[in-house]
């Protein structure tokens, strides 16, 4: 018996979703295992990256975190530009200025509700804490 054949995800914001809604996204380095993230290098260039997107109007991040080899962040995303243009520049942006290799592709979810938005940014802040990178969130120099 074959396996079943993976669909394509296009993350296409759809028309009916609110622009003011919140998104959880996270991204993949290849390979994984690897620490090619939390560094202040990557993470001055990751910092600059939002800073950018986020007075362009494409983004408008509520809490971010830098992972060894993977990136979460928590984010309003512009509608007319769409959430894998902005995505993808990211990673673009950080594959040339700081070295990433990326996984193709990313994972999305749409947060219903300001509940989802604060369960996913608790989640996003003790990401490394729950890997045993710090004792407490606030310790971990990567989170923004």
């Not at 993808?88 to 989802?116: V, Y």
């Amino acid at each position: 018996m074959s396996l079943p054949v993976r669909g394509h995800l296009h993350h296409a914001i759809p028309s009916w979703v609110d622009e003011k809604d919140k998104w959880f996204v996270t991204i993949c380095c290849q390979p994984r295992g690897r620490n090619q993230l939390a560094s202040p290098v990557t993470a001055a260039v990751y910092r600059g990256a939002l800073a950018f997107y986020e007075a362009k109007g494409l983004m408008k991040p509520v809490v971010s975190v830098l992972m060894p080899d993977h990136l979460h962040i928590v984010a309003q995303f512009d509608h007319r530009k769409g959430m894998p243009r902005s995505v993808a520049g990211l990673k673009q942006h950080l594959a040339r200025h700081a070295g990433i290799s990326w996984q193709k592709g990313f994972f999305d979810h749409r947060l219903r509700g300001e509940h989802e938005v604060a369960e996913k940014c608790r989640y996003v802040r003790n990401n490394p804490v729950r890997a045993g990178l710090c004792a407490n969130a606030d310790d971990w120099p990567f989170t923004y």
